[in-house]
């Protein structure tokens, strides 16, 4: 099944525009999991059963994986695997791009080897860079466009035609095979509707509504219908992690 | 020892501008290496027997391991041990980026976990994206500036005010600890020219010599001193790894 096929019926199964990013931080899980070399999963398959009906993608940063080693990679793997048990859809947020072999070898890693349904990529490489990923046709490759960051006024805001603007209009020419999408932070809703003109009904994966408070009403406003709103922390590490992504489900889809 | 010491030690000991790419591929790896899971760092450490008195540096670009998976990360991990034995310092080729608590992650994985000294990066979501990684001040943290393949048409030189210039900018301002380089690739000399113009002598990994075609005499006249000149395919899967690298590491002394 194509990505954007199994995103659409997760979205209307859970009725869900929640995309939770499984962050693992092992100083912050639980006390009640136990350590142990199974600590990271043991937590991320918890979230999981608290909250798959409830959303409509996991998105787990490799970065806090990787930052584990041999151990943190074995989690991950079980940690996908887990959620494709209840049907819903993994984006692996791993910010890669490099040129074409390299580029075709992280694809193998995230598609093939993590079995991820989907990926984050950076377009400061240009086209071959991305082609790679997107040759996986069933695959979804989500491309940096604004991000949520400070530094996002670095190199993507601060020229006179806006670079994330120019990666907009290049990720419609990218789409040749209907799997691409683009990531804007919250934090910037205008810019967020502006690139949703150009893109259309592409999936936007939209981070930044939670720890770094972004604007929730505008981001599911201008998103379009495959807005797909993420929180990491402040429901992973919430007291109620079910409670959290039943709250922010609500007032998501209380702004469709 | 900071980065850069380890590295001008190193170029001086071995008299070497020469970085050798160590990008695996189980396909092209000799038929008399068996077959198994330590296949990949069998031909690692062969290739850094062969070479460690040639080179300034080893670049295992992370892509060609973790598409290996467990037995990808574990070979890696080895692999960088195997070269610091030899005091060769290793620039691990990540090219990562993200929001300031996932870059750190990224960093904890690159320098604690797998103990690499340098770090490929994407500048793309700008200065606190880059901060985490510097932050580790004895490691080196090399932006991609400008790329050697076509795709770098699309963002990096494409405006009236190419990005490649505003990085290397950039670069400069965030060089607050003395552990920044750059990346440009061998196939751009002019340009590589305007940014050792720009960011002076810092080290400046320079890859696209080898099967990528890049011209070695400007790279290495233009490049300056820190001019690290990277040839990966080219020498690892030549018949004679070692006599591949003599030759090259001979040329580019010749353009000294």
Known sequence: MKFVDLLDRTIKKNNSLLCVGLDVD?????????????IIFDFTRRIIDQTN??????????????????????????????????????????????IGHSSEAYAQAAFQYLKADAITVSPY???????????????GVFILCLTSNPG?????????HPLYLTVAEKVKQWNVRG??????????????????????DLPILIPGVGAQGGDLALSVKYGGKRAIINASRSIIYAADPKAEAEKLRTEINQCR
Do not use: W
């Not at 996002?152 to 006179?160: I, M, N, W």
């Open 125 to 139: 490489m240009g086209a071959d860079s991305i082609e790679p990923f997107t040759r996986h046709e069933d695959k």
């Open 26 to 38: 092992v100083e912050r899980i639980p006390k009640d999991i136990p350590a142990g070399k199974n």
């Open 53 to 98: 009906e409830l959303v409509c993608a996991y998105k787990p940063n490799s970065a806090f994986y990787e930052r584990y080693g041999l151990v943190g990679i074995e989690a991950l793997l079980k940690t996908i695997e887990y959620a494709h048990k209840f049907d819903i859809p993994v984006i692996l947020d791993a910010k890669r791009g490099d």
């Open 179 to 200: 799997n691409c999408g683009v990531v804007v932070g919250a934090t910037k809703p205008d810019q967020l509707k502006e690139v949703h003109d150009i893109v259309g």
């Open 152 to 160: 996002s006024a670095d190199l993507q805001t601060g020229l006179p």
